[in-house]
């Protein structure tokens, strides 16, 4: 079976980045602050719910792009949040809004974006388990959030660190699967193997991000270097280094600290390369990916699965 073409995807793409453009235009000073950020995402959530959207029955692109919107609208609104709790400088390779505009303006910009998310869900009737399904997606991200900030400097057992790249990233992704099949009226199995397919997606996302925040480099991935570790936000590859590292003494003596330099975050870097820790997060994340293209059900639109199959390889192949 095949309903969609690779022209019909990049199609919706096109109209996706008009979209996203158009849902700040209705004030000046929005438009403006906002612009250069909302550029520069990967757009994985609005692209794994158009795919998803398109796996089965014909669902046209008015009637899922205004979702598609929303759901880049609420992650984007999560992250100038977020940069704010984290006081960071950059995000999508462009000066973070708490760091150009100062923390209020930032929350309030957030706000913005995550009050147009709603007005386009609104707007477009998609009824209430739609917007059950998202409010239930905030509420966990805000306790995921809130739970890092209660932990900072604190090392996660593995399941504690599971729990939380599962609130902050995992169960976005699987929502956005999850909603792209209810969209397009798939029998609830396939609805059930397509979310799960995000949340295996997701955790194997999250683990890439945190040894890219180590050895990522600043002008690809658009964040500057060791801001999970400046930050107090233990992750896999220091639980890892820590666990095993002949080095472990030094590493926790700099996680004791109330401030971490630039010179102790190469330190930290040096630690976590000694030990098997970057392959031990790799093979983590490998068989999370692995997981995630066995949820995929079969009778979906065939360059569907083809393209969730690839999305799956650039997750941890990625390098951004
Ligand atoms: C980035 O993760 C942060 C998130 C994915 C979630 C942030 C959520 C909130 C602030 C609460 C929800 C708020 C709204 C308005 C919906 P990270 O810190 O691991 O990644 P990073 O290195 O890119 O910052
Ligand atoms: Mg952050």
Redesign the pocket.
Known sequence: MNLITATDLTNDLRKLEIDIEKSVSEDEFIQEICTPLLRGGKRLRPILFLLCARSKNFCSPEKALPLATALEL??T???????I??S?KK?RGVETLNSKYGAQIAVLV??YL?AKAFQLVAENDYGNEVSLILSKL?KK??I??IMQDRKLFVVPTLSEYYRQIDL??AF?LSTCCRLGGIVAQLEKSDVENLANYGTSLGLAF?IV??LL?FFGEENITG?ALG??LKGG?ITLPVIRALRIGKNSDTLKKILAQDKISNAEVLTAIKIIRETDAVEYCKNRAASHIYCARLDLPNDIDKSVKNSLEKIADFVINRNW
């Not at 609104?77 to 940069?83: E, F, G, K, M």
């Open positions: 609420i992650h609104a999560s992250l100038v949040h977020d940069d709790l984290d960071a995000r957030g706000d995550f905030v991200l805000c995921g959030e902050k990233t976005f999250q991000d945190d925040d964040k801001g999970d936000v």
